[in-house]
């Protein structure tokens, strides 16, 4: 094909999704091989929302089917729209980002290449990420929405896993060839260059945006380690038993950060903690691009991630990036991003206990806490720079439209 190949890139305008879009957009600007349109699913209109809605009774159980109706409500949508924007602007391949916008397409895709790229199969976000907390019904959600889901797998020139993990449950669940599947993770953007190591930015740096719960050492002090978190929901997170951790063992040995949207003295009352915070930081206004997570980031020594949620997590290969050494859960494709002992650590289960037992060991060893820190940042350099990632995925879109 002599001319640019011309890409439709159909988006799941969810968690960290918008932001892989704004650097494949930023990427495909400057090749000559390639040219993208962007489309946004936006939030469910008022029909997608009835379609979705809990179910009295049932609802209490997680016995709706809320998930699958959701996904098929969202995925009806996007059908109905693929042709008016095929329409409006030809294009030689379609790219479905996530993998739930298609589940309804097949009509609308025929005759027409298309990439899935997906963080997780149903099999495995419909338990991992709940809408609500699971109960034994919970796993109905999945043998509904598998037909759709394996038709469309089946039908892709290529399916992108962003991990092993996602790619395994491909192959396990759906019986997908591997030889039909690309395992490419999403990368994060390097950090402007600094000779300044983790944790000793400047007081501006540290202060940014931030708000203290709690008594702070005095001034001349040696300054504590610091401690990073970052999540909207401190529940979903492991926000709070890093919180409880945090007060329970370390409130003197470091300073917790804590980068959310919760009322964070709400949330320790709920948990239990019945006194005064001690050294916790809290930053509650932080907005993509406003540069408060990137200071914070850049004055962190350890980011804690011990979440039950995450799949494939910007935030802690933006942490990695900075050099900070990350302690995250086992769950998803974190594993895989961090490498325990090599550039971080993974814990085997997810406990007060075993945040503590993690973070001591790290604030006792500072010389150990550095070497995972640069062996992070340089996992990012070598493999996770999104530079590289985006102009990976640039690639796959590209061959697949023949």
């Known amino acids: 094909m002599s001319r640019p190949v011309k890409a439709l890139l159909v988006n799941e305008n969810i968690g960290g999704h918008a932001t892989v879009h704004h650097h494949l957009r930023t990427v495909a600007a400057q090749r000559d091989d390639i040219s993208i349109r962007i489309v946004e699913v936006p939030p469910p209109n008022l029909i997608r929302k009835l379609a979705a809605a809990p179910v009295p009774l049932l609802s209490r159980w997680d016995a709706d089917v809320r998930p699958v109706r959701y996904q098929l409500a969202q ?97 396990g669940h759906y019986g997908l060839d591997p030889e039909q599947i690309s395992t490419l993770p999403m990368g994060v953007p390097l950090p402007a260059a600094t000779s300044t190591p983790p944790g000793q930015q400047s007081a501006s740096a540290q202060s940014a945006g931030a708000q203290s719960t709690s008594a702070q050492p005095a001034s001349g002090a040696p300054t504590l380690p610091r401690v990073l978190f970052i999540g909207r929901s401190m529940q979903r997170k492991g926000g709070i038993d890093l919180l409880r951790a945090h007060q329970r063992d370390l409130a003197d040995r470091a300073e917790l950060v804590l980068v959310t949207g919760d009322d964070v003295d709400a949330v320790a009352a709920a948990a239990g903690i019945d006194r005064p915070l001690r050294n916790v930081t809290v930053v509650g206004d932080a907005r993509p691009g406003d540069g408060k997570v990137d200071a914070q980031l850049a004055n962190a020594d350890i980011m804690a991630l011990p979440s039950s949620i995450d799949q494939w997590p910007n935030a802690v290969m933006e942490a990695m990036s900075h050099g900070v050494t990350p302690v995250v859960s086992g769950v998803g494709g974190m594993p895989e991003m961090v490498l325990d002992g090599a550039a971080g650590v993974v814990l085997d289960t997810v406990s007060e206990d075993s945040i503590s037992s993690a973070l001591t060991r790290l604030l006792d060893d500072p010389d150990e806490r550095r070497r995972l820190g640069e062996r992070a940042r340089r996992r990012v350099q070598e493999d996770l720079d999104v530079t590289i990632t985006a102009n990976r995925l640039l690639d796959v879109i590209r061959d697949a439209a023949g």
């Open 75 to 171: 995925s009806a949508w996007v059908a109905r729209m693929l042709p008016r924007w095929l329409a409006e602007e030809p294009a030689d391949v379609v790219h479905l980002y996530t993998h739930n916008t298609g589940l309804l397409a097949g009509k609308a895709l025929r005759g027409t290449p298309y990439v899935v790229t997906l963080d997780s199969t149903n099999a495995q976000s419909n338990l991992l990420h709940p809408i609500r907390p699971t109960t034994r019904f919970s796993a109905l959600s999945t043998p509904l929405v598998t037909p759709f889901e394996r038709r469309l797998y089946r039908g892709a020139a290529r399916v992108v896993a962003n991990s092993r993990w996602a790619a395994d449950s491909l192959t």
